[in-house]
């Protein structure tokens, strides 16, 4: 076991900011992690792919962990697939694995950056689909238990909610995602209804009830929004949506909705507001900071909102986080102000920040 002491932990996120790690671990394997967990200074902090995240630049006390080990399994069960996936396997990989097979459920969600232990902490959602719709269980270790353990939790233990679990918060700090398992079909089960999307698939003469045209689909709608990290071999320095979209009022859903862009009637904005988020009033973050007066492109030194999609904030070069964490608290603030609707951050804040 090896364990690196002053690990700069910039160069692995997709900010491309933040100090350094006191301790940092990359185990070799889930048994290697379960025998020297308690070992570890705390505090312990888990990083995947750096996609999520915003860490401080004064670094993180106690011990860094990032999980390597990276495979993934599947199995046939009659009319489904069955995908076991360790946590540090890229959700990317996933779904292009499940492609090879045919496999139906998460193709919608093509192309977001991270792992899986991620994306299961996160619920991560997109055009309508979302971990949640097809994940079955999850192996964690306790390292509140003494010794820690490996304990298996089911869905319905883990607390899914609209890009949330109980991972984020008090319930399952303490578990350590080890991986996951989902249950994916053979046939299509949930039509593409994302009017973005659709309109690409138009353009491109692509058919969104093919499984792997979806991807081409999911992929192209991606880039025009800015929403992948590299794009014709740019490296891109964000963590993608910045914002959870909120749940406001109907009148003031009503109002925010008329930032759209794109001619859409409200019927319809409405409609993708319920396939997108689940709730009628769950209105665009990205409509909410125009409605404030944010611009895209708007920029505060090193940092800007991205020109082509104002929800996500960039760093251009040389921008701390320190930079980014002000930028994004001037964005909640002003929001509040004047339209009284708190945003809550989709990107995490680890470590020590001024306020």
């Known amino acids: 076991m090896e364990i690196i002491r002053n690990q700069p932990l910039a160069p692995l996120t997709t900010f491309g900011t933040g100090g350094q790690a006191q301790f940092f671990y990359n185990p070799n394997s889930k ?15 888990f990083l995947g792919y750096g996609s999520n995240v915003l860490i401080s630049d004064k670094g993180l006390p106690g011990t860094v962990l990032k999980l390597a080990f990276n495979k993934i399994e599947m199995t046939e069960e009659n009319d489904s697939w069955i995908f076991t996936a360790d946590a540090g396997a890229s959700w ?42 097809t994940l079955l269980w999850v192996e964690v270790i306790d390292t509140n238990a003494a010794p820690a353990k490996i304990i298996r939790l ?16 008090n319930k399952l700090a303490g578990c350590v995602i080890l991986n996951a398992c989902f249950k994916l079909s053979k046939s299509n089960k949930k039509n593409l209804e994302y009017s973005s999307a659709l309109k690409v ?19 192209e709608s991606r880039r025009r929004a800015g929403s992948l990290l590299e794009d014709n071999g740019k490296i891109i320095k964000t963590a993608g949506s910045f914002f959870k979209n909120p749940i406001v009022e109907e009148a003031v859903a009503k109002e925010i909705i008329k930032q759209e862009e794109n001619n859409k009637d409200l019927a319809k904005v409405i409609a993708q507001n319920k396939i997108h988020g689940g709730n009628s009033t769950r209105v665009s973050a990205a409509h909410v900071l125009l409605a404030a007066g944010f611009k895209r492109g708007q920029s505060w030194g090193p940092v800007r909102l991205h020109p ?8 251009t070069g040389g921008a701390s986080s320190q930079q980014i964490y002000d930028v994004a608290q001037e964005i909640m603030q002003r929001v509040k ?10 990107v995490k804040f680890l470590g020590e920040f001024i306020k």
């Open 31 to 45: 048994e290697e992690l379960v025998d020297k967990i308690s070992e570890l200074k705390k505090p312990l902090w």
């Open 92 to 133: 990317d990989s996933l779904v292009r694995q499940s492609l090879n097979h045919n496999a139906w459920g998460i193709e919608l969600m093509s192309g977001i950056p991270g792992g899986i232990g991620g994306a299961v902490a996160g619920n991560i959602a997109a055009y309508g689909q979302a971990v949640s719709d």
């Open 154 to 169: 089911n869905k319905e233990q883990l607390g899914l909610t609209y890009r949330n679990s109980d991972f984020q918060n």
């Open 201 to 219: 698939a138009d353009e491109l003469c692509l058919d969104p009830q093919s499984l792997h045209d979806r991807r081409k689909i999911i992929m």
């Open 308 to 315: 082509e999609h104002v929800l996500k904030i960039e760093n």
């Open 337 to 346: 102000e004047i339209l009284n609707i708190s945003l809550e951050p989709e």
